[in-house]
T-cell receptor, first 112, second 110 residues
Framework: SQTIHQWPATLVQPVGSPLSLECTVE??????LYWYRQAAGRGLQLLFY??????ISSEVPQNLSASRPQDRQFILSSKKLLLSDSGFYLC???????????FGQGTRLTVV | KQEVTQIPAALSVPEGENLVLNCSFT??????LQWFRQDPGKGLTSLLL?????REQTSGRLNASLDKSSGRSTLYIAASQPGDSATYLC?????????FGQGTELSVKP
């Protein structure tokens, strides 16, 4: 069966520090991968999505970047965090972008 | 630009009541629509997926309908239980990307 792992679960980082959040998927090949952010009391905003290794699309201009070094690995990064980067980050996958989407348990990022 | 709206934003019902959550979207050119459940501080749990060619899907006490032409979907929960308390999110799949509504926060009182 397919599973999605996302870590860490919580993270407190100072302003200006780097960020690396990792997401891996097991039990499927060539999934579409997504990073979403959920601000407090708000809906989910799509940040990045990827249809294959090295193929990243950015949905909103921001202080973050994403990479897909392997088929089932998706990494969200920042060189210098801002206070506004605080939020709940969720990784997701789906088959060909058309099937049911499955989400990880999320990372709560607090920038202080 | 696709916009997804969920009404009501919050709902409180007594245990055992049947209830309906609403989701509307502005652009009917979608692949599918999906309903999710989110418990506080947790990730999303997939509940039901309705393809654009389908009218409804059922899973246990949950039934989701889709009227693509009018841009509407409903999630019907039968015989609600306190364990159903959570935020329910709908999302439309447009071009392989999920666009979410703001969610309905459901509270089922014992």
């Amino acid at each position: 069966s397919q599973t999605i792992h996302q870590w860490p679960a919580t993270l407190v980082q100072p302003v200006g520090s780097p960020l690396s959040l990792e997401c891996t998927v097991e039990g499927t090949s060539n999934p579409n991968l997504y990073w979403y952010r959920q601000a407090a009391g708000r809906g989910l905003q799509l940040l990045f999505y990827s249809v294959g290794i090295g193929q990243i699309s950015s949905e909103v201009p921001q202080n973050l970047s994403a990479s897909r070094p392997q088929d089932r690995q998706f990494i969200l990064s920042s060189k210098k965090l801002l206070l506004s980067d605080s939020g709940f980050y969720l990784c997701a996958w789906s088959v060909l972008g058309m099937g049911m989407a499955f989400f990880g348990q999320g990372t709560r990022l607090t920038v202080v | 630009k696709q916009e997804v709206t969920q009404i009501p934003a919050a709902l409180s019902v007594p245990e055992g009541e049947n209830l309906v959550l609403n989701c509307s979207f502005t652009d009917s050119a979608i692949y599918n629509l999906q309903w999710f459940r989110q418990d506080p501080g947790k990730g999303l749990t997939s509940l039901l997926l309705i393809q654009s060619s389908q009218r409804e899907q059922t899973s246990g006490r949950l039934n989701a309908s889709l009227d693509k032409s009018s841009g509407r979907s409903t999630l019907y929960i039968a015989a609600s239980q306190p364990g159903d308390s959570a935020t329910y999110l709908c999302a439309v799949n447009q071009g392989g990307k999920l666009i979410f509504g703001q969610g309905t926060e459901l509270s089922v009182k014992p």
